[in-house]
């Protein structure tokens, strides 16, 4: 008699909380939905974390143009010994510090339009930056106007404009937060089954889902140019309810 009246005052309770559910409570309490027939119950477990870039790449393009080839080569073999210089001044090795190759480029030789280009040569360069020290090279970057008042035209290489920060100890990061999301999951499921007048039985389904990567400031996605990075994570579990 006294199952049939506990059995009785579960469903109860599920009818209860599938109510809630459909008005939102539920959700905002992190359960999914729930399984009246095979007394089960789904829940969410969020988990977030900020953490530090440990790698950065930071390139330094500038360019010159003029009516002289030789005349655009050298002033960009000197920006790059300027470029060099004011690197090693911030601090950085020779192994941190990767230069490419000068371009020079004779825009007259184009095949359609060329000769109406005021300068005739154009030319670029690139001084790359890869560190494991990403606090370094934000600061340096925030010091580049000695650069800017030497005459170097920064901005002339490829790739993004700023440091690009990576965090390349992502599996490091990963565990502790995945087994923050598996812990407030439980706790909900826990939460619910006790309101229910159940007891959490065993755990009957697992998804870790998709750790997503962001800038700590709030924004939803990392385009490499914040330095602190923000985890997220949500993971589904579905328990057997007794």
């Not at 006294?2 to 939102?24: I, Q």
């Not at 095979?38 to 988990?47: E, F, H, M, N, Q």
């Not at 000769?115 to 934000?138: D, I, M, Y």
């Not at 990075?229 to 949500?234: G, H, I, M, Q, Y």
Request: no cysteine; charged share 25%.
């Amino acid at each position: 008699m006294a199952d049939n009246t506990r059995s009785v005052g579960l469903v109860a309770a599920l009818v209860v909380a599938a109510g809630l559910a459909a008005g939102g409570y539920g959700v905002g309490k992190g359960l999914e939905r729930f399984r009246a027939a095979d007394r089960s119950v789904t829940v969410k477990g969020l988990a977030e974390k900020d953490v530090e870039a440990d790698y950065a790449v930071w390139p330094l393009g500038f360019r010159r143009g003029g009516a002289d080839f030789s005349a655009v080569q050298r002033q960009l073999a000197e920006d790059r010994d300027r470029v060099v210089a004011f690197l090693k001044a911030q601090g950085f090795t020779e192994a941190e510090i990767e230069v490419r190759p000068l371009q020079v480029q004779d825009l007259w030789a184009r095949e359609y339009g060329g000769n109406n280009q005021p300068l005739r040569f154009q030319g670029t360069g690139q001084v790359l930056v890869k560190s494991a020290r990403p606090k370094s090279v934000e600061a340096a970057a925030l010091a580049v106007d000695p650069l800017i008042q030497a005459g170097v035209q920064l901005g002339g290489g490829d790739g993004p404009a700023g440091p690009h920060y990576q965090l390349r100890g992502f599996n490091e990061a990963k565990a502790p937060l995945l087994a923050e999301a598996t812990r407030n999951a439980r706790d909900q499921a826990e939460k619910f089954a006790a309101e229910a007048g159940a007891t959490l039985g065993r755990l009957r389904n697992a998804n870790q889902g998709v750790i997503q990567i962001g800038a700590a400031g709030g924004e939803g996605f990392d385009d490499g140019s914040a330095r602190v990075k923000r985890l997220r994570v949500v993971s589904t579990f579905e328990y057997t309810l007794d």
